[in-house]
T-cell receptor, first 111, second 114 residues
Framework: EDKVVQSPLSLVVHEGDTVTLNCSYEVTNFRSLLWYKQEKKAPTFLFMLTSSGIEKKSGRLSSILDKKELFSILNITATQTGDSAIYLCAVPNFGNEKLTFGTGTRLTIIP | GAGVSQSPSNKVTEKGKDVELRCDPISGHTALYWYRQRLGQGLEFLIYFQGNSAPDKSGLPSDRFSAERTGESVSTLTIQRTQQEDSAVYLC????????????FGPGTRLTVT
């Protein structure tokens, strides 16, 4: 059974801090790992990682995948209150595309 | 405890037929969400239920889609006169409350319309 585990479950930091969110996985036929930001309704897509060791970057957010150790991290630098959200990690099952999600990390940025 | 369950796991149907997808949320979770995940695309919100409030149907793509929920328990998503573009994985999630509680996702139903 595919498994995705995220840590920490929740995190509260002050504006301007840097945070690192973790995602470890156990899946068969791994192909990619996805990060989502969920504020209200549908999670919004952040990154798709397929290659180990290659950092994906978008503004203050960046993510990297370690396929040997089966984990990924999501970094957010110079956090802002708008970064407050739940960050979801998910892995699609190769073949049927069903996503296995972690339960997410709830990030709260205090002004 | 038991997580969110969905049934069926897979469904293949012919174009034009109606399908019904089921979601059993975690007991005690007041909020329930339906999403759609098309191949190669991100999650697409469809509808959510919160307690006894009127559901937010703003994400339903057409009037062929409808969903019901009985109290704070089982929900069904119905797609009438299915089209090939309805082929996707349909995910259900539940949470203790709306918006700021972690959502626990079910395994999804993979719908294929031929």
């Amino acid at each position: 059974e595919d498994k995705v585990v995220q840590s920490p479950l929740s995190l509260v930091v002050h504006e301007g801090d840097t945070v690192t969110l973790n995602c470890s996985y156990e899946v068969t036929n791994f192909r990619s790992l996805l990060w989502y930001k969920q504020e209200k309704k549908a999670p919004t897509f952040l990154f798709m990682l397929t290659s180990s060791g290659i950092e994906k970057k978008s503004g203050r957010l960046s993510s990297i995948l370690d396929k040997k150790e089966l984990f990924s991290i999501l970094n957010i630098t110079a956090t802002q209150t708008g970064d407050s959200a739940i960050y979801l990690c998910a892995v699609p099952n190769f073949g049927n595309e069903k996503l296995t999600f972690g339960t997410g990390t709830r990030l709260t940025i205090i002004p | 405890g038991a997580g969110v369950s969905q049934s069926p796991s897979n469904k293949v149907t012919e174009k034009g037929k109606d399908v019904e997808l089921r979601c059993d949320p975690i007991s005690g979770h007041t909020a329930l969400y339906w999403y759609r995940q098309r191949l190669g695309q991100g999650l697409e919100f469809l509808i959510y239920f919160q307690g006894n409030s009127a559901p937010d149907k703003s994400g339903l793509p057409s009037d062929r889609f409808s969903a019901e929920r009985t109290g704070e328990s089982v929900s069904t998503l119905t797609i009438q006169r299915t089209q090939q573009e309805d082929s996707a994985v349909y995910l259900c999630a539940s949470s203790k409350g709306l918006l700021f509680y972690e959502q626990y996702f079910g395994p999804g139903t993979r719908l294929t319309v031929t």
